[in-house]
């Protein structure tokens, strides 16, 4: 059974940060691209950072570069990202997702049928 389970969402003030993890389970892990995706209240899925299955090159959307680092534990099968300076426009949830296309990762894609799986997703909420 594949299953993909983030947490370490919260409620955090701006400025503040967090880690989420992504636990992965029934599928060969270290042999998928991953990425986490997000949505907003209202609004469409946005790819937000995606790394190679090996974990050795990375990629982020504009707008968390050099707040967001997205790392994986191919021993642990767990997926992370980490988050600084975090911004109201932060506020969503968070989904991590496992892809054998390796445009997901590199360019990222908002479609949900480039992946193979996702996760239920982690409410994050950056707010005063």
């Known amino acids: 059974q594949v299953q993909l389970v983030e947490s370490g969402g919260g409620l955090v003030q701006p400025g503040g940060s967090l880690r989420l993890s992504c636990a992965v389970s029934g599928f060969t892990f270290s042999s998928y691209h991953m990425s986490w995706v997000r949505q907003a209240p209202g609004k469409g899925l946005e790819w937000v950072s995606g790394?190679?299955?090996?974990?050795?090159?990375?990629s982020y959307v504009d707008s968390v570069k050099g707040r967001f680092t997205i790392s994986r534990d191919n021993a642990k099968n767990t997926l992370y990202l980490q988050m600084n300076s975090l911004k109201p426009e932060d506020t969503a949830v968070y989904y991590c997702?496992?892809?054998?296309?390796?445009?997901?990762?590199?360019?990222?894609?908002?479609?949900?049928?480039?992946?193979?799986?996702w996760g239920q997703g982690t409410q994050v909420t950056v707010s005063s």
């Open positions: 997702s496992a892809s054998s296309f390796s445009f997901t990762w590199k360019y990222g894609s908002n479609r949900k049928t480039d992946y193979y799986s």
């Open positions: 790394i190679n299955s090996g974990g050795g090159s990375q």
